[in-house]
Nanobody, 127 residues
Framework: HVQAVESGGGKVQAGGSLTLSCTTS????????MAWFRQAPGQQREGVSC????????FFADSVKGRFTISRDNNKNTLYLQMNDLKPEDTAKYYC????????????????????WGQGTQVTVSS
């Protein structure tokens, strides 16, 4: 069981900023690339950004490139997502996940799909 715990969401106006955090203690955090996903009502979960296990490699979806920054602190087993210049279309519940690799294509670690997802943290952006 590798459930993550996400936090930091909230309600902001367009142009505002939020920083999300994610922790998970059931895996060796520093060994895995990590990612942020989001899911809006009625839509499929989509990948937002990922980061290599060491933090020296990142990838961003085109929709957030230049506005979001992903980082991690392996000493604290914590993943972050700094979100600036938020837009109404960023409204969604945000989740983190551990990956097999972080590149233009992603693969969740075995077991994450079934038991790894946390409750997520809601981000709501008003226009």
């Amino acid at each position: 069981h590798v459930q993550a715990v996400e936090s930091g969401g909230g309600k902001v106006q367009a142009g505002g900023s939020l920083t999300l955090s994610c922790t998970t203690s059931a895996i060796t955090f520093a060994d895995y690339p990590m990612a942020w996903f989001r899911q809006a009502p009625g839509q499929q979960r989509e990948g937002v950004s990922c980061i290599s296990h060491s933090g020296d490699g990142t990838f961003f979806a085109d929709s957030v490139k230049g506005r979001f920054t992903i980082s991690r602190d392996n000493n604290k087993n914590t993943l972050y997502l700094q979100m600036n210049d938020l837009k109404p279309e960023d409204t969604a519940k945000y989740y983190c996940a551990a990956l097999m690799y972080c590149s233009s294509s992603w693969l969740l670690i075995p077991g994450w799909e079934d038991s790894g997802w946390g409750q997520g943290t809601q981000v709501t952006v008003s226009s």
